[in-house]
T-cell receptor
């Protein structure tokens, strides 16, 4: 069955440093992969999408990579800020969109 | 407000009762998804629609769960004979028919089964 794995533990990063989150998937070949942010008690909010033929995508302080050979995506937040503290969800897509468990990111001031 | 709206936002019910949640997607969004989320977990796929057609229903979903989107606009999710394990946040999301498929989520309907 399709499986998505993200950093299972919470990630603590010092303010100003780069946070790197990992998403690994097995048993399918998504055409593209999305990343979402979720704050407590709220619905997820779309951040970025990367297609299978793209190696890297950037948006402001965010950078996503997509390695279809390794079946892995990395999500980077540079110059991290306390306001970046949230849960980040990986969502590979083939016909439907399935989410990983998410990684809780804490940016420490 | 032209976002995805869900109703009710909170529902407390006794075990064995039926509950129904409603989702109004963004106008003209063809696809509509339902997810369930419990604390510390990501959204778990339940089902999705393309207009009024239900394209897939999770095999993990028991027969007590049913969803409809009768006119291709709003959708309802019904849970019959609720159990305590059904307590969760039920999220609805819609997306236009495009290859990117960015999901726009509602704020969710939180269900507590006593």
């Amino acid at each position: 069955s399709q499986k998505i794995e993200q950093n299972s533990e919470a990630l603590n990063i010092q303010e100003g440093k780069t946070a790197t989150l990992t998403c690994n998937y097995t048993n399918y070949s998504p055409a593209y992969l999305q990343w979402y942010r979720q704050d407590p008690g709220r619905g997820p909010v779309f951040l970025l999408l990367i297609r299978e033929n793209e190696k890297e995508k950037r948006k402001e302080r965010l950078k996503v990579t997509f390695d279809t050979t390794l079946k892995q995506s990395l999500f980077h937040i540079t110059a991290s800020q306390p306001a970046d503290s949230a849960t980040y969800l990986c969502a590979p897509r083939d016909d439907k969109i399935i989410f990983g468990k998410g990684t809780r990111l804490h940016i420490l001031p | 407000d032209t976002g995805v709206s869900q109703d009710p936002r909170h529902k407390i019910t006794k075990r064995g009762q039926n509950v129904t949640f409603r989702c109004d997607p963004i106008s003209e969004h063809n696809r509509l998804y339902w997810y369930r989320q419990t604390l510390g977990q990501g959204p778990e796929f339940l089902t999705y629609f393309q207009n009024e057609a239900q394209l897939e229903k999770s095999r993990l979903l028991s027969d007590r769960f049913s969803a409809e989107r009768p006119k291709g606009s709003f959708s309802t999710l019904e849970i019959q004979r609720t159990e305590q394990g059904d307590s969760a946040m039920y999220l609805c999301a819609s997306t236009p028919q495009s290859d990117t498929g960015e999901l726009f989520f509602g704020e969710g309907s939180r269900l507590t089964v006593l």
